[in-house]
C-alpha cells in the first residue's frame, strides 16, 4: 500500500475505525516476522492513523468546550462541571 494510498483510506475512516486499525497495524508490527520495508510500510501507516485520531480528538474536545460555555465567555474543561447542567 503506497503512501496516498494510505493517506486516502485513512481520511475516509471514522474515528472507531482509524482507531481499530490503529490497534491492528500495532499488533501486526508486535508480532514481528515481517519484512524491513513492509514493517516501515505498516508504521507509517500507524503514524498517519493516530495523527488522525489525535486530530479528531483534538476537535470533538473543542466542540465539547464550545457546548460546555457557562454564557459569560469563560469556558470550564468538561470534568469540572456538574453531569446535571444543562
Known amino acids: 500500500m503506497g503512501r496516498s494510498e494510505t493517506a486516502s483510506t485513512s481520511d475516509a475512516l471514522s474515528f472507531e475505525d482509524a482507531l481499530e486499525r490503529l490497534e ?11 519484512e524491513l520495508e513492509e514493517a516501515l510500510a505498516v508504521f507509517e501507516e500507524g503514524v498517519e492513523l493516530s495523527r488522525r485520531c489525535a486530530t479528531q480528538l483534538d476537535d470533538a474536545e473543542r ?8 454564557g459569560s465567555g469563560e469556558i470550564r474543561p468538561f470534568e469540572e462541571q456538574d453531569v446535571g447542567e444543562g
Open 63 to 70: 466542540r465539547i468546550e464550545v457546548l460546555a460555555a457557562d
Open 24 to 34: 491492528e497495524v500495532v499488533e501486526r508490527l508486535e508480532e514481528g516476522g515481517i
